[in-house]
């Protein structure tokens, strides 16, 4: 009797532990019992489960009459599989499929297959013609999102900012999709992304621009690493028109060094031009766009539709002179004035957050993906940081960024203040940052001092 009690104390103690460790750490649990179990039942169930969700194809001519020799019926033929091999959050299958099947199918068969396999999701990604990725995730890896591990090697201008629900990270590059539009309500989790996108490139050897018209309450944080920051819209629209030069000394900076000397290589854009003579990109942070665009006489009209154009003019033009822009906002459509639309199709990369209705998710991510769309305004308020992030090539996905207090990002910003180039057509913008003295002394009160700024 004592030695069943044993036993049974110890199967009560291990079914504890294993409870504990799948909600403490379920990458380990997915490992022990997740990834064979779910294993097992996709090897023992995969033909049963293809045919019932109508993933199978009638057997071949030659199979139905060796199956009639043998006085069987022939069975179908789901499509050829590879073994499941783990990943960090889950297992993916290589399939081929068979004649007449689409990636379609099976993202249509893809909830059918999440519940017969047991598993959190499944995502479909076609790998080249005939050949397809089917990807099971184990848990909702969304639940608790972690920063980046420091060995994943991104290039300049790309940093991974939040993890896709398929359990890759969304990497943020810059040179592939140049500007970006970012939608998202009150504590929806805008800030936090914005926060990410910041600290990643304050540790890059890039100049970073601020707009922010509300006083600038929300940028101010990170003035020490930021080249130019505008807090009024009178400001904002000087800040622009200084760009705008920026942009055009750099493109005859192209002009006249592309083609010249023997080894010289015809360029169309910045990237192209020798190291030493190449100039450091610009990213331009808007924040909360409408309030830049707010207009209650005909003079704030005029400089609003001025403001508008140059934004136009930075988003069509600015990729190749390396200025790039992150638009940011509650809102976003053709009430902020004149070519607003036009500046929104610009804006290739888009992420939207919890929304307050559904016309602003349509202004993020309406044109591009539909569906997309709709899944903005399913984002529960109870998980802030979650959105769906969508490009100019139809594609979406879910994403959640890891959390960010304002107090380690500022920190960021202020360790790598080091950093922050020389652009003399935005030195007038620099912001005033108050520098502490390294040894205070403890008789007489310490006193900010200010770095001047040209007026």
Same mark, same amino acid.
């Given at each position: 009797m004592s030695e069943?009690?044993?036993?049974?104390?110890?199967?009560?103690?291990?079914?504890?532990?294993?409870?504990?460790?799948?909600?403490?750490l379920p990458v380990l649990f997915w490992w022990l019992v997740g990834y064979p179990a779910v294993t097992l039942r996709v090897l023992c169930s995969y033909r049963a489960t293809m045919d019932a969700c109508g993933l199978t194809v009638p057997a071949s001519a030659v199979r139905r009459a060796t199956a009639r020799m043998m006085g069987r019926q022939a069975a179908p033929v789901p499509p050829r599989r590879s073994l499941p091999r783990p990943?960090? %959050? $889950?297992?993916?299958?290589? &399939?081929?499929?068979? =004649?007449? @099947?689409? *990636?379609?199918?099976? =993202?249509?068969?893809?909830?059918?297959?999440?519940h017969a396999w047991g598993a959190h999701a499944v995502h479909v990604r076609p790998t080249k013609p005939g050949r397809l990725e089917l990807r099971l995730v184990g848990w909702d890896v969304l639940a608790d999102v972690r920063p980046a591990r420091r060995w994943m090697r991104t290039g300049p201008l790309s940093l991974p900012l939040a993890l896709r629900e398929d359990g890759h990270w969304h990497v943020r590059d810059f040179r592939a999709v140049p500007h970006e539009l970012i939608l998202g309500a009150t504590q929806s989790g805008k800030s936090v992304y914005?926060?990410?996108?910041? #600290? $990643?490139?304050?540790? @890059?050897?890039?100049?970073?621009? $601020?707009?922010? #018209?509300?006083?600038?309450?929300e940028l101010a944080p990170f003035a020490p690493r930021l080249s130019a920051l505008a807090d009024t819209s009178d400001r904002a629209n000087d800040l622009l028109d200084a760009l705008v030069e920026e942009m055009e000394a750099r493109f005859r900076l192209i002009g006249v060094t592309g083609g010249t000397g023997p080894d010289a290589v015809l360029t169309s854009d910045v990237w192209g031009l020798p190291e030493k003579l190449?100039?450091?990109? !610009?990213?331009?942070?808007?924040?909360?766009?409408?309030?830049?665009? &707010?207009?209650?006489s005909k003079d704030d009209e005029k400089r609003r539709d001025a403001m508008v154009t140059k934004l136009i003019r930075l988003a069509q033009l600015g990729r190749a002179a390396g200025i790039y822009l992150e638009v940011c906002g509650q809102r976003f459509g053709a009430e902020l004035g004149k070519g607003a639309t036009m500046l929104r199709a610009q804006l290739t990369g888009r992420v939207c957050h919890r929304v307050n209705d559904e016309t602003s998710a349509n202004m993020a991510l309406g044109d591009i993906a539909p569906e997309a769309a709709l899944a903005a305004t399913s984002i529960p308020a109870e998980r802030p940081g979650v959105a769906v992030v969508g490009d100019s090539s139809g594609g979406w996905s879910r994403i959640r960024s890891p959390h960010l207090t304002l107090d380690d990002a500022a920190a960021v #910003?202020?360790?790598? %203040?080091?950093? !922050?180039?020389?652009? *003399?057509?935005?030195? %007038?913008?620099?912001?005033?940052?108050?520098?502490? *003295?390294? !040894?205070? %002394?403890?008789? =007489?009160?310490?006193?900010? =001092?200010?770095?001047? !700024?040209?007026?």
């Open positions: 069943a009690l044993w036993v049974l104390m110890l199967l009560l103690l291990a079914v504890t532990v294993l409870l504990v460790v799948r909600r403490r990943t960090g %959050s $889950g297992l993916v299958m290589r &399939l081929r499929m068979a =004649t007449g @099947q689409a *990636p379609e199918d099976f =993202t249509a068969a893809a909830d059918r297959l999440r914005l926060r990410n996108l910041l #600290c $990643g490139l304050a540790r @890059q050897p890039v100049a970073l621009v $601020g707009i922010d #018209c509300k006083w600038g309450v190449r100039p450091v990109p !610009v990213v331009v942070v808007v924040d909360e766009v409408a309030e830049l665009f &707010l207009a209650a #910003c202020r360790d790598t %203040s080091g950093l !922050v180039p020389e652009l *003399p057509r935005l030195d %007038s913008f620099r912001p005033i940052v108050a520098v502490k *003295p390294s !040894v205070p %002394s403890p008789a =007489t009160p310490a006193v900010p =001092t200010a770095r001047p !700024v040209a007026e």
